[in-house]
């Protein structure tokens, strides 16, 4: 069964820096883009960063040049390295990757179950 597990989430004061990473696990034969997204308290979930498995990247206005997204294909994991941390970035942030299973045909969309960010003094 597939599993996204994320983790490097915390506290952290305006202006510093996090880095997330989300890791993919079970059966898995090959993973297509991976992104974050997140959402605040009473709001929508958003896109955040996306990259595809060649390594090209899309990210939300909001989080441009503060914020990086990387990939390790051989590791199934991708990061996301967050500075210059602003108190409307906290929230709960998903990973997302798009995934064909062994033995499958068809790709699918899976979910973390996310990790809280807490930018405040």
């Known amino acids: 069964q597939v599993q996204l597990v994320e983790s490097g989430g915390g506290l952290v004061q305006p202006g510093g820096s996090l880095r997330l990473s989300c890791a993919a696990s079970g059966g898995i034969f090959s993973i297509n883009g991976m992104g974050w997204y997140r959402q605040a308290p009473g709001k929508q979930r958003e896109l955040v960063a996306i990259i595809t498995s060649g390594g090209s990247t899309n990210y939300a206005d909001s989080v441009k040049a503060r914020f990086t997204i990387s990939r390790d294909n051989a590791k199934k994991t991708v990061y996301l390295q967050m500075n210059s941390l602003k108190p409307e970035d906290t929230a709960v942030y998903y990973c997302?990757?798009?995934?064909?299973?062994?033995?499958?045909?068809?790709?699918?969309?899976?979910w973390g179950k996310g990790t809280l960010v807490t930018v405040s003094s």
């Open positions: 997302n990757a798009h995934i064909l299973r062994l033995g499958v045909n068809t790709g699918m969309n899976y």
